[in-house]
């Protein structure tokens, strides 16, 4: 029989600590993961590429900038030449590894700049409403609104085309449809109950903001981030391909752009243009399909068990 | 089992006798919201479409004193509880809280404010934020004001805490999520973060009707043992008048934002007089069989907080309203020993 | 013969962790124009018990066994066919929270005139004036025929709810929590309104509901259940006043009785059984002051100690 004075918890074979919760979050985030194939596949795209921009010039400290001599121009790939010469002489091996560190980099820290704004916008937006709400808004339409190609072309030729800039460049013009998303997201949240809860007991706006509301839009943010990463990728090769790119750390798209110019398709030289085409594709796609899995393990909704 | 509220009615009027003081005072409250129109309507209208959830009510709590508000949906009841702890802002009349006007504190005087009135909110699965374990959620009122200094202590207060809610032995609850735990045991959460300050003040707004029956006597007598060995005020809104005349010293009864009888718990269960009390204990469900109960069902549903009847705003479903009840809107008068009604007929 | 006469249902549902018996062994009958009021907290069943007889059973779930005999049919046996044509016709349900089901975008009058079309063959114009008749009989304007749903009070969308289900003159009516969410007003309406159609209809109707308060205005016979099982089965009187399994004592006494003493109310400690895993013996015993050894070692089944009173306990149930 019950002792009514005592209320029983679910039962447990021992007290759990702080460390045991977190064990069975991930153990449980990563059953839903193996799941997913699409995931799975996404993830494995992500970590190949991750190592080889990290690890891959290690392994390969082949300067992808060395010109070569007159009669080593656009060769097929030989033993020497993994994937062949470019119109340069330059090894196309060389530059594609030091290219993914470029592509990648550049793609992660133009979307990291993006997150951050996106969110500040859209959390103070949503949460605080009123004349900030409209104005925050209006602005953020405003560069919904705009070409972003052309602004970036344009911000790219104003600025000069330096690794720094084109981070920077991307970064501020892709931040708006982040913060339109950050935004309902945070209206939703903004009516639960734990919000008013956290008001009656004598928490300022900041806090609330920071604590209650960011952990709850979070996953959102998260899984669209990885979408905006392979977004990110993506403009900084259409960059680099129409020329705007910094020639003195060749990204695959800069790769792309001296295929073009250097008429590689007409002569039959694929290895100068396939290689870098593909990575570009491989890399977004591997990480739309990670993005399609976090939304899955954040949105119990979409799963399909 | 032994008889609660007996022992209860007896320590009240001890504590009464010795304590006159109220805690809460409200006079002529007023919360008026500003209905939207739509885009044109709202910038070239001069209509506005105001919804005056709360128009015009005055009421005190005493220390001690559980003061039920009672009404069904839209009558402005748990408007009220917000307003009383400024999560929503009063459009006219005054709040004293221990005789000082809630209005005219400023940010550290509001600081304090919240420490000492606080509040139990009704849904237990969305007021508790599922990203965080319980030993956050419950030490959340002191690490917001800065009232812990360690680890140690945020871990001890805690635990006490849960115990005293009832949650034994209260390290297991600790890193627990909230999606963890059961409804009552959530609602325990609740209210062990709203006692952990030690306020003087409790708004209850509809506590336990979201859980299951037999469980709610736990979180009720909780209620009580903190009123009384603490000294606690309730304000406890319910639409259940059976819950609030098992718990309460005194009842008030809402309709359309308007206060139409107050009095105490078993005077108005058993002896009201306002048209709407009566009908409203008339349909109250009760556990047993009664042959031939005269209920009184009213016609139609209660109408929207926009578009108020004039005069009474009883009139259009009141069995007895006469000519004057269109015109005039009647006034709270006494009528007995604490016992108020805004009838013409009384 | 009974309208209605379910025996031994059993209806167990498949989780990843196993099987979850959700009703296991209900017995019930009910007579043509009788109302019976399936009362239990949060997982007892009662919706699956509905859910069985109309059979509207989500894919994770089945009927294990028994029998579910409409005038004489057994439902649990027939094809999907013939129970599409007995659904609606001869039994409808009213589902909780109804009233959320109406389609946003479509006139009220027109989507119950569709289920009377969909259901009986009718055109359009006969079907409308079945709807105006059907308006009067739950007393809603019948000019609101022509209205979408957003202009309806959440009082009236129910009835409208009702009326859709009464479109078919069905024998039987189930109303899974009928009233849950509705202020106290607008629910001692709608149970007015439900008592009014039964008499005039003779209907019979199962009332579904975890407010054993609402029961004793509208039904002649209640079933508590719990965990799966019905535990006691006789009148509301019975039920109410003359309750005998200690479950269903303590679950009377968690409603305040405004005409009786002023004292507080009861609880029950502990929480429902986890049906994946449930106790042996009775599923209650865990849970009860009274429990003895018997209790932990085989269920109680029900048995009848009055004139159409069951109880399933040991202790109580009158053998022991």
């Known amino acids: 029989m019950v002792d009514p004075n005592v209320l029983q918890p679910k039962p447990e074979i021992k007290i759990m600590g702080k460390k045991d919760v977190h064990l069975r979050k991930y153990q449980q985030i990563i059953a839903i993961f193996k799941s997913n194939k699409i995931g799975m596949f996404g993830v494995s795209i992500f970590v190949f590429f991750g190592l080889v921009a990290l690890i891959g010039p290690l392994i390969f400290p082949y300067d992808p900038l060395q010109i070569g001599s007159g009669d080593e121009v656009l060769q097929s790939p030989d033993s ?23 592509s990648l980099g550049i793609g992660l820290l133009a979307t990291f700049i993006t997150m951050v704004i996106g969110t500040l916008i859209g959390i103070s937006s949503g949460y605080i409403g009123g004349k900030v709400d409209t104005i925050l808004m209006r602005f953020t339409e405003i560069f919904l609104v705009l070409p972003w190609l052309p602004l970036m072309l344009v911000l790219a030729a104003l600025l000069g085309s330096s690794i720094w800039n084109i981070i920077l460049v991307i970064g501020f013009t892709s931040w708006s449809s982040t913060a339109r998303i950050v935004r309902a997201q945070t209206l939703s949240v903004k009516e639960r109950q734990f919000i008013e809860r956290a008001k009656a007991i004598g928490a300022n706006d900041f806090y609330i903001m920071y604590k209650h509301v960011l952990p709850n839009v ?32 060749p990204s695959w798209g800069m790769m792309l752009h001296y295929a073009f110019t250097s008429g590689a398709a007409s002569v039959g030289a694929y290895w100068f243009l396939l290689p870098p085409g593909l990575c ?26 | 089992m032994t008889n609660v509220i007996e022992a209860n009615v007896v320590s009240n009027v001890i504590k009464m006798k010795e304590n006159t003081s109220n805690v809460i005072e409200v006079k002529d409250l007023k919360v008026h919201f500003e209905g939207s129109q739509g885009f044109l309507k709202d910038f070239f209208s001069k209509e506005k479409n105001t919804v005056r959830a709360v128009d015009g009510i005055d009421f005190v709590i005493k220390k001690g004193e559980i003061v039920s508000l009672v009404g069904e949906s839209g009558c402005g009841k748990t408007t009220t509880g917000k307003a009383l702890l400024r999560l929503v802002h009063q459009s006219d009349g005054e709040i004293l809280f221990k005789g000082e006007p809630i209005l005219k504190k400023d940010r550290r005087e509001m600081k304090l404010f919240r420490q000492k009135a606080q509040m139990i909110f009704q849904d237990p699965y969305q007021s508790l934020n599922p990203r965080n374990v319980i030993i956050d959620i419950v030490a959340e009122p002191l690490t917001v004001n800065g009232l812990i200094s360690s680890e140690q202590e945020k871990k001890e207060r805690v635990i006490e805490a849960l115990e005293n809610a009832g949650l034994k032995p209260g390290e297991r609850f600790l890193y627990k999520y909230p999606h963890e735990l059961s409804g009552g045991q959530r609602q325990r959460i609740v209210i062990a973060s709203a006692l952990i300050l030690n306020p003087e003040f409790i708004v209850a707004d509809e506590p336990v009707s979201m859980l299951d029956a037999s469980i709610r006597a736990d979180i009720l007598k909780l209620m009580v043992e903190q009123r009384d060995e603490k000294g606690i005020s309730y304000l406890f809104i319910t639409h259940d008048l059976s819950l609030a005349w098992l718990i309460s010293d005194r009842i008030a009864i809402m309709y359309l934002g308007k206060i139409v009888e107050v009095g105490d718990a078993e005077l108005i269960a058993g002896s009201c007089l306002h048209p709407y009390s009566k009908a409203l204990v008339s349909v109250m469900p009760v556990p047993r069989k009664i042959k031939n109960r005269e209920r009184t069902i009213l016609q ?4 929207n907080p926009s578009r108020i009847p004039t005069g009474c705003r009883f009139h259009p479903r009141c069995p007895v309203a006469f000519d004057r009840c269109k015109t005039e809107e009647p006034a709270l008068k006494e009528v007995g020993v604490g ?8 | 013969m009974s309208l209605l006469e379910v025996r031994d249902l059993k209806t167990y549902f498949h989780a990843k962790e196993g099987i979850v018996k959700a009703v296991d062994g209900v017995t019930f009958t009910l007579e043509e124009g009788e109302a019976i009021a399936l009362v239990g907290e949060s997982g007892c069943g009662k919706t699956t018990t509905a859910l069985s007889i109309t059979k509207l059973l989500p894919k994770e779930g089945h009927i294990a066994g028994g029998d579910v005999l409409f005038n004489g049919v057994d439902l649990a046996k027939i094809s999907h066919e013939k129970m599409r044509r007995t659904r609606w016709n001869d039994i409808s349900i009213v589902f909780q929270g109804a009233m959320n089901s109406l389609n ?17 063959g009718s055109n359009y114009k006969e079907a409308m004036q079945k709807v105006k008749k059907l308006f009067e009989l739950v007393e809603i304007n019948s000019e609101r025929m022509n209205q979408y749903p957003h202009e309806f009070s959440g009082g009236m969308k129910q009835r409208a709810m009702i009326a859709m289900a009464l479109a078919c003159d069905p024998k039987l009516i189930i109303g899974d929590e009928p009233t849950t969410a509705l202020d106290v007003m607008v629910q001692a309406q709608i149970l007015n309104l439900l008592e009014k159609l039964r008499k005039e209809m003779n209907m019979s109707m199962i009332l579904i509901t975890h407010d054993l308060s609402v029961m004793g205005e509208t039904c002649d016979k209640a079933a508590i259940m719990y965990a799966g099982k019905i535990v006691e089965l006789g009148s509301v009187e019975d ?10 004592e303590k679950l009377v006494h968690s409603y305040p009785d405004i005409y009786g003493n002023r004292e507080m109310i009861s609880s029950i400690p502990g929480s429902p059984p986890n049906l994946l895993n449930p106790p042996t013996g009775c599923l209650f015993h865990p849970r009860c002051e009274f429990a003895i050894d018997e209790c932990k070692l085989t269920e109680p089944v029900l048995r009848e100690i009055s004139s159409n009173h069951f109880v399933a306990c040991h202790v109580r149930g009158g053998l022991i």
């Open chain 1, 280 to 305: 570009v594709v491989g890399v977004v796609l591997g990480f739309t399909f990670l993005g399609y899995a976090f939304e899955e393990l954040f949105n119990p909704k979409l799963r399909r068990s």
């Open chain 1, 80 to 102: 020497t030449h993994w994937l062949g010469t470019d119109d340069l002489g330059r090894d196309v091996f060389a530059a594609l590894i030091s290219g993914s560190r470029v």
């Open chain 3, 104 to 120: 946003p975008v479509m006139k009220v009058g027109d989507q119950i005139a569709e289920v009377i079309m969909l259901h009986k």
């Open chain 2, 339 to 346: 016992h108020f009604v805004a009838c013409h007929l009384v």
């Open chain 3, 239 to 248: 039920i109410l006043e003359k309750h005998v399994h200690p479950y269903t």
């Open chain 2, 300 to 303: 139609g549903e209660t109408p």
């Open chain 1, 218 to 249: 979070f996953p959102l943010i998260f899984a669209n981030t990885i979408l905006v990463s392979a977004v990110a990728i993506l403009s900084e090769t259409s960059l680099s391909f129409l020329g705007m790119g910094d020639a003195s750390h």
